[in-house]
């Protein structure tokens, strides 16, 4: 299978990556040539630590890396597709848009996904003359790590599409769930629905971020506590959902002051160095000094 990717940052070329190891052959594209070189670089960083820790072995790098180009060519990336996944910023503008341009240029059977993480599917396959060919694949950070794929349905979708879509996850050696198109999916909806009620105890003194994050943790079996994937995440990102939450289900997903302040002052999380927590190559170091003063501690 030939596929597109649309976007080279996190998402974009952790998703390339996972699809060339799956045998399919990859064209990644983004708007800038940096941006492309960034993305080609992290896969084969990704692709080297797996080699060293013996998870990958190097004739499977080579093959992978050898299955993917770049380009800032959107025709290019696409036009010789059996699927093209969208992975571009989280606006719904944005993506009907760029639907809008992938159904001008791709084959007529091409299935054309998103993998927006909360956004209305519905609508954004309604930017197209055939919306029957759209459906969200929902891919999780880190890609080549997380083994779930949300496939998620918009109300105007063949069964057929569906249908080649689980395929096609199937042969990635993930696991998908299917859901109905609607406000933050499974995944997002509950995902947030536990980090605001985190972000909402700290806030209001209950525990710090560290004794909240070791509840879900310890007492829960979660592999990370809500507050940690957060940061993790992006607090820019968990507001958008929020935010879009907020609109389509009500108050009880009102985003709260405290990510409100971080957001606005560019403590994004990890990402950024800082978010609730204090973050040094890739790992906490300690908790930002406001939350600190926060609760008190």
């Not at 670089?41 to 299955?67: C, F, H, W, Y």
């Not at 779930?148 to 395929?167: G, H, I, K, S, W």
């Not at 170091?285 to 926060?294: A, C, Q």
């Amino acid at each position: 299978m030939k596929v597109g990717v649309l976007g080279a940052g996190t998402m974009g070329h952790g998703i390339t990556q996972v699809v060339a190891m799956a045998g399919h052959d990859v064209v990644m594209r983004d708007i800038e040539s940096s941006l492309v070189e960034e993305g080609l670089e992290s896969i084969e960083a990704t692709l080297q630590g797996g080699v060293e820790r013996n998870k990958v072995d190097p004739e499977t790098m080579a093959a992978t890396l050898e299955r993917i180009d770049g380009t800032t060519d959107l025709e290019r990336a696409v036009r010789e597709a059996d699927l093209v996944i969208e992975a571009v910023p989280e606006d719904i503008d944005l993506k009907r848009e760029t639907f809008e341009s992938v159904e001008a240029n791709a084959p007529a059977g091409a299935i054309l996904a998103s993998n927006t993480s909360s956004l209305s599917l519905t609508e954004i396959a309604a930017a197209l003359d055939d919306p029957r060919r759209a459906i969200g694949l929902h891919f999780f950070n880190p890609v080549h790590l997380m083994d779930l794929v949300e496939v998620v349905v918009p109300e105007q979708t063949a069964r057929e599409t569906v249908d080649r879509a689980l395929e096609f996850v199937d042969g990635l050696r993930k696991e998908p769930i299917v859901v109905t198109d609607s406000a933050g999916f499974a995944t997002s909806r509950l995902g947030v629905a536990l980090g605001v009620e985190a972000m909402r105890m700290l806030e209001e003194g209950v525990a710090g971020p560290r004794e909240l994050d070791a509840a879900m943790k310890l007492g829960y079996n979660h592999p990370m506590g809500p507050i940690e994937l957060g940061d993790v995440v992006g607090l820019d990102v968990r507001l958008d959902i929020l935010e879009h939450l907020r609109d389509e289900l009500g108050e009880r997903f009102r985003p709260p002051q405290n990510l409100r302040r971080k957001v606005r002052a560019g403590n994004l999380g990890r990402k950024t160095g800082e978010g609730f927590y204090v973050w040094e190559d890739g790992e906490t170091v300690g908790v930002s000094d406001d939350v600190e003063r926060e609760v008190g501690r």
